[in-house]
């Protein structure tokens, strides 16, 4: 009797790397490749119609990232579980992965036996983070030692808004009128969200959203240096 196999649906918005994952992994034991997606929404879809035991998620896509797309994912499919491949090792983002329901993450530089563990395990029901993974979740913050400090909390949907329209260098004034609050409210969302993501500044803001892949533009520079030079407080 054939052993049972474990479905996986790869998701990366780079088709190079999708060729490479289902080289590597379609030759794998115990495991096969139902499917692929270039974005966040198809990813949904793909597993709205497959069901895949685990989809292999990038993070940095256009439409819709992958943390979005992890939370879409186990909506629409209890039994699917989500292993994140990703080159970026950010706390927040493991962070905002694991809330949302991931079961395990790893990177893109990570061996190929790694990632079969990692696929094993999930598949297993366990979690699984890269050892570079944890032990950037075990460093502190800046904040850890303030009181009542808990270190991490997720972007509301109002702090998203106001990080995309920061980085469609929108001013602080043209923010406050787009979204109907005053520009000191406006002011206040991006002090906290800065805190919330342990950044120092804007240009560290957009660097983030990038990452994300809420901006896909080559001229990341300039794009720092024009949203911090439109958002900067008055007397700076």
């Not at 395990?104 to 598949?123: C, P, S």
């Not at 980085?167 to 979204?179: F, G, H, K, N």
């Not at 800065?194 to 983030?208: C, M, R």
Request: net charge negative.
């Amino acid at each position: 009797m054939e052993a049972e196999r474990t479905t996986l649906l790869l998701v990366d918005d780079q088709t190079i790397i999708l060729d490479g994952l289902e080289s590597i992994l379609g030759n794998t034991e115990g495991i096969e490749v139902v499917g692929r997606a270039t974005n966040g929404s198809e990813a949904v879809e793909k597993v709205r119609t497959l069901k895949p035991d685990i989809v292999l998620m990038d993070i940095s896509m256009p439409e819709m990232d992958g943390i979005e797309a992890t939370k879409a994912v186990l909506k629409v499919s209890k039994g699917t579980r989500v292993l994140v491949l990703s080159m970026y090792n950010n706390k927040e983002f493991v962070h905002e992965l694991l809330d949302a329901g991931a079961s395990g993450y790893v990177l893109k530089n990570t061996r190929k036996e790694e990632l079969r563990e990692a696929l094993r395990d999930v598949a297993a029901g366990l979690r699984y983070l890269s050892k570079a993974v944890q032990l950037t979740l075990d460093e502190g913050d800046r904040f850890k030692d303030r009181e009542g400090e808990q270190g991490y909390h997720a972007l509301t949907k109002r702090e998203k808004q106001i990080v995309r329209s920061i980085c469609q260098e929108r001013t602080t004034q043209e923010i406050a009128e787009m979204l109907f609050i005053s520009p000191q409210t406006v002011e206040t969302h991006r002090r906290n969200i800065l805190h919330k993501l342990d950044l120092h500044n804007t240009a560290g803001l957009v660097k983030y959203a990038m990452e994300r892949g809420w901006i896909m533009d080559t001229h990341t520079e300039d794009l720092e240096r024009q949203a911090t030079d439109r958002l900067r407080p008055p007397g700076h």
